[in-house]
């Protein structure tokens, strides 16, 4: 890389009395040109190599924490094998409502207390978020007003969103019409 030289004399030099002078210094100038360059390229290479390294190990901890966090611990072939290994989602039969009825009679308890246990069981024991939050609903659809409010001792964090939800939803409807 070699330095731009102007055409035109450089007026201090003129003032200072060294405008026609050569002070034969240019191999000087080449080589620390040529030093200094090479130590630029070394510290912008080395920076480029400690961001992609950063960003490696940052991706290793990723998968890692997922790894260590999974339900099947962590085998990495439960998702390579290319089945769907989500969670099981229990399959309700055409009538299966006729059977929550029968053990809500048996149990003296209505359609939505047999439905919120089972959505507090897929949330608690079974860790299926979307089960539980399927039984929440149906439980809600079958609520009576005083079920629809929210109970910090009776509902979980889930219940009480859905509830929070529903409520919002009938004042937006509330205001609207």
């Known amino acids: 890389m070699s330095l731009p030289h102007n055409s035109e004399p450089d007026p ?9 002078q050569c002070t034969g ?17 070394r510290r912008r290479r080395l920076k480029r190599i400690s961001l992609v390294t950063t960003l490696f190990g940052c991706y290793l901890a990723g998968i890692g924490t997922v790894l260590l966090l999974s339900p099947d611990g962590g085998s990495p072939s439960a998702s ?14 055409v009538n299966s409502m006729d059977e929550i009825g029968r053990r809500s ?7 939505f207390e047999v439905l919120r246990q089972k959505g507090d069981r ?4 079974k860790r299926d978020l ?3 939050l399927r039984h929440y609903d149906r439980a809600l659809g079958y609520a009576s007003a005083e079920e629809r409010a929210i109970s910090a001792e009776d509902d979980g964090w889930l219940l009480m969103a859905l509830k929070e939800s529903q409520i919002q ?9």
């Open 80 to 93: 390579l094998d290319g089945k769907n290994n989500g969670p099981k989602h229990e399959v309700l039969p």
């Open 25 to 41: 210094d240019d191999e000087l100038r080449q080589s620390v040109l040529a030093c200094t360059v090479g130590v630029i390229r």
């Open 105 to 111: 009679v048996a149990k003296n308890q209505s359609r």
């Open 12 to 20: 201090i030099d003129a003032l200072a009395g060294v405008a026609g």
């Open 130 to 132: 979307a089960l539980a």
């Open 169 to 177: 939803e009938t004042r937006n409807e509330d205001d609207d019409g």
């Open 122 to 125: 897929c949330l608690r024991q």
